[in-house]
């Protein structure tokens, strides 16, 4: 093929998969993904949709500084939140790399950016998947391509394509149970699924009329990671400060940490 017979095939297929993005996305809706993500970012949603896994794509839910996560839908109409990572700026890197390296999973951690966080988003799946199958309460972990991550939308009761309240926003009302709750999500977490969230707080756990789910799985390492217990620490003050400060009478960091590791 000449240069030009190329250019003109990507232009083609550019076209034929704009129009088929515009088949699962209103027309704002795929402007505003367009302006958002780059090609291959595209691309990879469109696989998601051949592979069945999409069927529509509903509006954006939350937009923060590294993900956007959307509310879709599957081809049997089962609610899906989409997280997509947006393509790494240098500080989101610097700061990945320390819940990356030393995590015995990712010994050979390649370092370009777009690698990067397509290890990052498989990570969180991983992660996901892990707690999931130990029995922890988090978004069912459904695909990951590329940098796009495929879960089970927690929705508010009731309403569809609105996220359930994070505990920050709705705290508990009974904040003695959930802190138990909490707690024993984390022994188990630590014990059979030798894993540690590392980024445990009122921020990532959702509150579904009672029902406490952990989300944002990203940042959770391995045992061996030379971290691993210092993250764990860390978690112990989020959770027993937030507790604390609903009035619960909280047991001590150490106390609750020699509890975890026995
Ligand atoms: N599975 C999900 N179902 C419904 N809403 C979700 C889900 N996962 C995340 N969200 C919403 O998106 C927000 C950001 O998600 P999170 O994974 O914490 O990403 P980050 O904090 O890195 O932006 C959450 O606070 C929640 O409102
Ligand atoms: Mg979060």
């Known amino acids: 093929m000449s240069d030009i017979e190329k250019r003109i095939h990507r232009l083609e297929r550019m076209r034929i998969e704009r129009e088929r993005l515009a088949r699962i996305m209103d027309e704002d809706l795929l ?3 367009e302006e958002v993500f780059d090609r291959l970012t595209l691309l990879s949603l469109y696989d998601l949709v051949n592979d069945g896994v999409i069927d529509v794509m509903h509006g954006v839910v939350s937009s923060g500084k590294e993900a956007r ?8 109409g089962n609610d899906l939140a989409v997280k997509i990572y947006l393509t790494v700026t240098a500080e989101f890197r610097h700061g990945m790399l320390k819940y990356i390296e030393g995590d015995p999973r990712f010994q050979h951690v390649r370092r370009h950016p777009r690698k990067l966080i397509y290890l990052w988003c498989r ?10 199958e130990t029995g922890i309460r988090v978004p069912k972990p459904i695909a990951a391509r590329n940098n796009i991550l495929v879960m089970e939308f927690i929705n508010q009761p009731n309403e569809r394509g609105r996220p359930a309240p994070l505990l920050r926003e709705a705290p508990p009302e009974d904040p003695e149970e959930a802190l138990e709750v ?6 188990k977490l630590y014990n059979e699924a030798e894993l540690v969230h590392a980024d445990l707080s009122e ?16 940042s959770a390492v391995k045992k061996g990671h030379p971290m691993f217990t210092e993250f764990l620490l860390r978690d112990i003050r989020n959770v027993l400060r937030f507790f604390h400060k609903l009035g619960v009478k909280v ?10 590791t026995h």
């Not at 909490?182 to 022994?187: A, D, E, I, K, S």
């Not at 047991?251 to 975890?260: A, D, G, Q």
Request: hydrophobic share 45%; glycine share 4%; no cysteine.
């Open 31 to 33: 402007e505003t993904v």
């Open 69 to 76: 996560v959307y509310w879709a839908e599957d081809p049997e």
């Open 123 to 132: 990570k969180e799946f991983r992660n996901l998947k892990l707690a999931y």
């Open 182 to 187: 909490l707690l024993r999500y984390m022994h």
């Open 203 to 218: 921020y990532n756990v959702m509150n579904r009329e009672g029902e406490l789910i952990i989300i944002d799985w990203g």
């Open 251 to 260: 047991p001590s960091v150490r106390e609750v940490f020699e509890w975890i």
